[in-house]
Antibody
Framework: QVQLVESGGGVVQPGRSLRLSCAASGFSFSSYGMHWVRQAPGRGLEWVAAISSDGRNEYYADSVKGRFTISRDNSKNTLYLQMNSLRREDTAVHYC????????????WGQGTLVTVSS | SYVLTQPPSVSVAPGKTARITCGGTRGKSVHWYQQRPGQAPVLVIYYDTDRPSGIPERFSGSNSGNTATLTISRVEAGDEADYYCQVWDSSNDHPVFGGGTKLTVL
């Protein structure tokens, strides 16, 4: 079965960096685009970034463009999110998510990892 | 950029039918996610009407004009959750989510 397991969250001061990882299993990781989606406390879902199956194409929400970098290592079945210049408003549960067979839906989500930006 | 409009809350008695709307969907395929408290989202309807394996037949979807609707028949206590609609922004190549609807089972 598909499993997505995020790690790397924690408490970090404003302006510092953090790298999230997502270990994927149960499917052909190198065949699917992947997303990061976040959810601030008590708020809705916000798409953050996406990457194509081969890692050549990256897409970012305006709120993180220039600060966050999505990447993947298909040899390790792992997705990453490098988060630099963190702001308090980046505080959220960050979910790793798999693009569906139909391309435009998300068919599996990880359990999420909490990033708290606070001094 | 797309804006999807959902009612903040919907309440329904057990055994009744709940309908959750999502406005702003004209010309788009719509996907729906259920998020129980403290859990990750789960896909319950994709491409307007399709149901992933393991999702009860009580869950159905429709999309007409500028509004999509998620219908939950014979509502159970376990259906209490937040529900989010989603479309794809083809211009910017990324998903867009509605604000979410909290379903309360009375």
């Amino acid at each position: 079965q598909v499993q997505l397991v995020e790690s790397g969250g924690g408490v970090v001061q404003p302006g510092r960096s953090l790298r999230l990882s997502c270990a994927a299993s149960g499917f052909s990781f190198s065949s699917y685009g992947m997303h990061w989606v976040r959810q601030a406390p008590g708020r809705g879902l916000e798409w953050v970034a996406a990457i194509s199956s081969d890692g050549r194409n990256e897409y970012y929400a305006d709120s993180v463009k220039g600060r966050f970098t999505i990447s993947r290592d298909n040899s390790k079945n792992t997705l990453y999110l490098q988060m630099n210049s963190l702001r308090r408003e980046d505080t959220a549960v960050h979910y790793c998510a798999k693009r569906g067979n139909g391309w435009y839906e998300i068919d599996y989500w990880g359990q999420g990892t909490l990033v708290t930006v606070s001094s | 950029s797309y804006v999807l409009t959902q009612p903040p809350s919907v309440s329904v008695a057990p055994g009744k039918t709940a309908r959750i709307t999502c406005g702003g969907t004209r010309g788009k395929s719509v996907h729906w996610y259920q998020q129980r408290p403290g859990q990750a989202p789960v896909l319950v309807i994709y491409y307007d009407t399709d149901r992933p394996s393991g999702i009860p037949e009580r869950f159905s979807g429709s999309n007409s004009g500028n509004t999509a609707t998620l219908t939950i028949s014979r509502v159970e206590a376990g259906d209490e959750a937040d529900y989010y609609c989603q479309v794809w922004d083809s211009s910017n190549d990324h998903p867009v989510f509605g604000g979410g609807t909290k379903l309360t089972v009375l």
